[in-house]
């Protein structure tokens, strides 16, 4: 059974930096490529990056580019997401995907920038 479980969200002042983690189980985590998607208070969910098997490709949604790094430690099934120069409008619940037969999706994680 595959589980993806989130942490690291909190609150945080705008300007501020969190990283977030997720942990894979139930998969062979290092042929997957993961990504992180997030969903603000009243949007549809939205892609905010992407990273291969290996990590050495990324990709990031423009509105994050430059300010968040996703990467991963496969010898821990775990990916991350460095997020820096945090803005409210970064306020989201933030959720791990990985697709295999089917898409997975972690529980999602709540995360709250304030001004």
């Known amino acids: 059974q595959v589980q993806l479980m989130e942490s690291g969200g909190e609150l945080v002042r705008a300007g501020g930096s969190l990283r977030l983690s997720c942990t894979a189980s139930g998969l062979i985590f290092s042929d997957q490529r993961m990504a992180w998607f997030r969903q603000g208070p009243g949007q549809g969910r939205e892609l905010v990056a992407v990273?291969?098997?290996?990590?050495?490709?990324?990709l990031y949604a423009a509105s994050v580019k430059g300010r968040f790094t996703i990467s991963r430690d496969n010898s821990k099934n775990t990916v991350y997401l460095q997020m820096n120069r945090l803005k409210p409008k970064d306020t989201a619940v933030y959720y791990c995907y990985a697709a295999l037969d089917k898409n997975y999706w972690g529980k999602g994680i709540q995360v709250t920038v304030s001004s």
């Open positions: 990273i291969s098997r290996n990590g050495g490709n990324t």
